[in-house]
């Protein structure tokens, strides 16, 4: 069988597909590239926001128009649309073989074998994360499922469920075999990374139990925390990061708000001043840090003073990162029940510009302290040497992938995509920087 993929949304999802993918290797079936060339398509639908929701729904009309036209046997659609909206997407889209939600999966197999995709539905060998892009040095470690938060604002718990951690084990066996495929960066991804082991029992290993095993038995030069909220920090976790270079100075901390009344209202579990005082501390711990965040502007009853006192928040506290997004109203939300959506879409995009430039101004200002510094750059991406000498682009630890811009290295020499490079950073411009390589300096 052959097998053609669209994986849609966040990099938790991008874990789900590679998991669901490996399992189907593992059964016998080959992954193409072009989807025109495959038997069986497989759509992984995110249902975050209304973009993505259409997104996923054009995915799988163009995976069944590739069907009517002859070559595609079968269109499968799995993922967070699909566990919300599975009964009127199986009566909206007939052409759709199957919608399977999250506990359901299981079903994935003996579906395709009944229908004569799959020879055996016993499994032919052990199936591993089979990986979907194109650089495999950076990975994702997918440590937990579901959220206990009861933010207003999000659907991730009706979709995903309560929170589940995975076994220790388990994911240490699953970073080595990221290790063997070439990772040299995985991140450590969840909806809420802090809540790690709390469902595993009082004496079960938590978030810095399972960074110290990953460290112990694997040799991948960087660890990359995403998604912690504040109130999950503990002083062991700091003190791991702090001291552990191979966990990089870099944390994800979504905030959503500073005015209280709004972080009340988005039912978030910390304050303005708790946030303050946590990234104060994270900064004493580890002076290097970089700290991302994200914010919500247009919340419902959202006023002008609420998003005055989000933006003087941003410029006391001065994330080196902020991503900025604007409400959306999403089915079955305690926000859509309890509150009219009552901020204008024109004063949600307008709050939305203004934020973001202002908090390219702090990231530009901030991030210029790692001017001078050397440091190791990952490789992404080979370029041809342009004007100034560039010839590499890549990240230094203060960047994560695909959100915070990239290292730009002048001279980098032979060093191939996935390999490390010593450089001393020149310049910095929004949110990238330039560097040039040292001599000798580059390992793999």
Request: aromatic fraction near 6%; charged fraction near 30%; include cysteine.
């Amino acid at each position: 069988m052959k097998l053609g993929v669209i994986s849609m949304g966040c990099d938790k999802a991008t874990v789900d597909s590679e998991r669901l993918v490996g399992d189907l290797v593992g059964h016998g079936a080959e992954v193409v590239r072009q989807l025109d060339e495959a038997d069986v398509v497989l759509v992984n639908t995110c249902g975050f926001i209304d973009a993505a929701k259409r997104e996923s729904i054009e995915a799988m009309l163009e995976a069944a128009a590739l069907k009517r036209e002859g070559g595609v046997k079968a269109v499968v659609a799995v993922g967070c649309l699909v566990q919300r909206y599975r009964e009127q997407l199986s009566n909206d889209m007939p052409e759709v073989d199957l919608f399977l939600g999250f506990g359901d999966l299981h079903k994935l197999v003996p579906e395709l074998a009944a229908r004569g995709l799959i020879a055996d539905p016993i499994r032919l060998h052990p199936g591993v994360r089979r990986y979907l892009g194109d650089g495999p040095h950076v990975r994702y470690l997918k440590i937990s499922e579901g959220c206990d938060h009861s933010c207003s604002f999000c659907a991730i718990p009706l979709m995903r469920g309560r929170h589940r951690s995975e076994p220790l084990e388990r994911l240490v066996r699953e970073a080595q075999q990221l290790e063997e495929q070439g990772a040299k960066e995985i991140n450590l991804v969840a909806q809420d990374l802090g809540h790690y082991g709390r469902d595993l029992g009082r004496d079960g290993p938590k978030l810095p139990d399972l960074l110290q095993a990953l460290l112990r038995e694997t040799a991948v030069p960087w660890f990359r925390l995403l998604y912690v909220y504040s109130f999950g920090l503990t002083d062991r976790l700091v003190d791991l990061m702090a001291h552990e270079p191979r966990i990089v100075p870099y944390i994800d901390i979504p905030i959503q708000h500073a005015a209280d009344r709004m972080l009340e209202r988005m039912r978030r579990p910390e304050r303005r001043d708790t946030i303050r005082e946590k990234v104060g501390w994270l900064r004493d711990a580890i002076p290097d840090i970089a700290i991302r965040s994200t914010a919500l502007v247009g919340f419902p009853g959202e006023t002008e003073a609420d998003f005055r006192a989000l933006c003087e928040f941003a410029e006391q506290v001065q994330f080196e990162r902020l991503g900025v997004f604007t409400y959306s109203p999403q089915d079955g939300t305690r926000a859509v029940r309890d509150y009219e959506d009552d901020v204008p879409e024109d004063v949600k995009r307008a709050r939305e510009e203004e934020l973001l430039e202002l908090t390219r101004t702090i990231s530009e200002d901030r991030l210029a302290r790692y001017l001078g510094r050397e440091t190791d750059v990952l490789v992404d991406e080979v370029t041809e040497p342009d004007e100034d000498g560039i010839t590499h682009n890549g990240r230094v630890p203060w960047q994560a992938d695909d959100v915070d811009g990239v290292t730009r290295v002048r001279r980098g020499g032979w060093v191939e995509p996935g390999e490390f490079v010593r450089v001393r950073v020149e310049n910095n411009e929004d949110y990238d920087f330039g560097a040039v390589a040292l001599d000798g300096a580059s390992r793999a």
